[in-house]
């Protein structure tokens, strides 16, 4: 077989052989095919797609790349969730141990983020000592034992989408969905999860920016999914704007905990609430929406969903104690933006908050960049909120002294309006 039959097959828009793509994925994670040739590959995968058939056996290629994790020994039904990413997205750090307080097993790898998205890995290493790299074994020791352990991708995972993606973001190929559901599929499949929630974020601060593209890879996801024996669901969630009020990586964390004790805000909990009660009827641990919400009600309320979550922190390794603590954030530099205007305030970009943040030093423009915890953004007010003229909108927080000029690409983002305007949380649940 060679590849430049491959390609020019692809070009030609011609359906794929099984054996056509392992030899791709084979030959290319071992260095046979060089990158020059995989560009061009996956930039005719870009123009002409891959039909769902293709897809999966791209994705099950990918998966068996590395190695599987096995989760056998619990007889137990492992359950993981995963975002496309957006800004203000902490909902792992709270749903997982809400999840997991009500008996659930989740078993999860993280990304961390880059650009204008944040990534729940650099969010829980803000806090102090918490390991994301944990070995197989101690990942299986901590899920078996507090029945939550969230770490970062083992470079044993998946080596193909590792290879793949690095080459994907320079060559303008990561706007595939088929590429992108082949990415995402493979690592929830090699996880060895087997009850999945995919969160699709859909607005101008995620991959997919509108509803069509969202529904198309959430679609293509559970075909995939359920190709390879997985209980799937699908949520596409609003990210038009940032999720709940906090951008960044400790404040986030803060956000997070917030929200286990009740006080989240309001969006951002209808989304945790959602997502839980997906992933309880999906898991057969509730038989129905409101079954599982006063299963969700009772954790949050008890105080076990919170407790849950020091146990887990400090499982691996997070001094979870600094948390509570109120000098745990607090940022060198505040920069406190003030209303010109009066009337209902209306975030238009999600992505220009989280390149702001990025900016004061929130997250990475490249992936060498550090982060400094500390920086991010707090919505004093949030979109369909009244404000009159000269009050607090917005605080920017960093450890480095805060350029004036971010002020205005916040104004350029938001309006002012005499009426409300329609939000919804979740744009659609699929199964
Ligand atoms: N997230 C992934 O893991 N892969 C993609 O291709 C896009 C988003």
Same mark, same amino acid.
């Given at each position: 077989?060679?590849?430049?039959?491959?390609?020019?097959?692809?070009?030609?828009?011609?359906?794929?052989?099984?054996?056509?793509?392992?030899?791709?994925?084979?030959?290319?994670?071992?260095?046979?095919?060089?990158?020059?040739?995989?560009?061009?590959?996956?930039?005719?995968?870009?123009?002409?797609?891959? =039909?769902?058939?293709?897809?999966?056996?791209?994705?099950?290629?990918?998966?068996?790349?590395?190695?599987?994790?096995?989760?056998?020994?619990?007889?137990?039904?492992?359950?993981?969730?995963?975002?496309?990413?957006?800004?203000?997205?902490?909902?792992?750090?709270?749903?997982?141990?809400?999840?997991?307080?009500?008996?659930?097993?989740?078993?999860?790898?993280? *990304?961390?983020?880059?650009?204008?998205?944040?990534?729940?890995?650099?969010?829980?290493?803000?806090?102090?000592?918490? !390991?994301?790299?944990?070995?197989?074994?101690?990942?299986?020791?901590?899920?078996?034992?507090?029945?939550?352990?969230?770490?970062?991708?083992?470079?044993?995972?998946?080596?193909?989408?590792?290879?793949?993606?690095?080459?994907?973001?320079?060559?303008?190929?990561?706007?595939?969905?088929?590429?992108?559901?082949?990415?995402?599929?493979?690592?929830?499949?090699?996880?060895?999860?087997?009850?999945?929630?995919?969160?699709?974020?859909?607005?101008? *601060?995620?991959?997919?920016?509108?509803?069509?593209?969202?529904?198309?890879?959430?679609?293509?996801?559970?075909?995939?999914?359920?190709?390879?024996?997985?209980?799937?669901?699908?949520?596409?969630?609003?990210?038009?704007?940032?999720? *709940?009020?906090?951008? *960044?990586?400790?404040?986030?964390?803060?956000?997070? &905990?917030?929200?286990?004790?009740?006080?989240?805000?309001?969006?951002?909990?209808?989304?945790?609430?959602?997502?839980?009660?997906?992933?309880?009827?999906? =898991?057969?641990?509730?038989?129905?929406? &409101?079954?599982?919400?006063?299963?969700?009600?009772?954790?949050?309320?008890?105080?076990? &969903?919170?407790?849950?979550?020091?146990?887990?922190?400090?499982?691996?390794?997070?001094?979870?104690?600094?948390?509570?603590?109120?000098?745990?954030?607090?940022?060198?530099?505040?920069?406190?933006?003030?209303?010109?205007?009066?009337?209902?305030?209306?975030?238009?970009?999600?992505? =220009?908050?989280?390149?702001?943040?990025?900016?004061?030093?929130?997250?990475?423009?490249?992936?060498?960049?550090?982060?400094?915890?500390?920086?991010?953004?707090?919505? !004093?007010?949030?979109?369909?909120?009244?404000?009159?003229?000269?009050?607090?909108?917005?605080?920017?927080?960093?450890?480095?002294?805060?350029? !004036?000029?971010?002020?205005?690409?916040?104004?350029? &983002?938001?309006?002012?309006?005499?009426?409300?305007?329609?939000?919804? =949380?979740?744009?659609?649940?699929?199964?």
């Amino acid at each position: 077989m060679r590849f430049i039959d491959i390609i020019n097959k692809k070009v030609e828009n011609q359906k794929l052989l099984k054996e056509e793509i392992e030899f791709f994925v084979n030959n290319y994670v071992n260095g046979s095919i060089p990158d020059y040739q995989t560009s061009a590959f996956l930039m005719a995968i870009r123009i002409n797609g891959l =039909s769902d058939e293709e897809t999966a056996i791209l994705t099950n290629a990918m998966m068996l790349s590395g190695d599987v994790l096995d989760w056998n020994f619990l007889n137990k039904t492992i359950v993981d969730k995963h975002s496309t990413g957006g800004v203000g997205d902490k909902v792992s750090i709270a749903l997982c141990p809400i999840l997991a307080s009500l008996g659930l097993t989740i078993a999860k790898m993280s *990304g961390r983020g880059l650009g204008h998205t944040g990534g729940t890995l650099d969010k829980l290493e803000s806090i102090d000592g918490y !390991n994301i790299m944990l070995s197989d074994e101690e990942f299986k020791n901590v899920v078996q034992k507090h029945g939550i352990a969230i770490v970062g991708q083992n470079t044993k995972l998946v080596p193909a989408d590792k290879k793949i993606y690095a080459l994907r973001d320079v060559t303008g190929t990561v706007q595939s969905i088929p590429l992108i559901a082949s990415s995402i599929m493979s690592k929830k499949l090699a996880t060895g999860s087997n009850c999945i929630l995919l969160d699709v974020k859909c607005g101008d *601060g995620a991959f997919m920016k509108n509803i069509e593209e969202a529904k198309k890879l959430g679609k293509l996801m559970i075909q995939i999914g359920k190709k390879l024996n997985r209980k799937i669901a699908v949520e596409i969630t609003n990210m038009e704007q940032p999720l *709940g009020k906090a951008i *960044g990586n400790k404040i986030e964390v803060l956000e997070a &905990a917030q929200t286990l004790k009740g006080n989240g805000p309001k969006d951002f909990t209808e989304i945790i609430y959602s997502s839980a009660k997906t992933l309880l009827i999906l =898991s057969d641990c509730a038989k129905d929406e &409101a079954e599982a919400k006063q299963m969700i009600d009772k954790a949050i309320i008890s105080g076990k &969903a919170y407790e849950k979550f020091i146990e887990w922190i400090s499982a691996q390794g997070g001094n979870a104690k600094l948390i509570e603590d109120k000098n745990w954030f607090k940022p060198k530099y505040k920069f406190e933006i003030f209303a010109k205007q009066n009337g209902y305030l209306k975030i238009k970009s999600a992505i =220009s908050f989280g390149l702001v943040a990025m900016k004061l030093g929130a997250g990475r423009s490249k992936k060498e960049d550090s982060i400094d915890y500390d920086a991010g953004i707090y919505l !004093n007010k949030s979109s369909n909120d009244y404000v009159n003229e000269g009050e607090l909108l917005f605080t920017l927080y960093s450890s480095k002294p805060i350029n !004036n000029e971010l002020e205005d690409e916040l104004i350029k &983002a938001i309006e002012f309006n005499d009426k409300k305007y329609n939000i919804k =949380s979740v744009f659609e649940k699929m199964y």
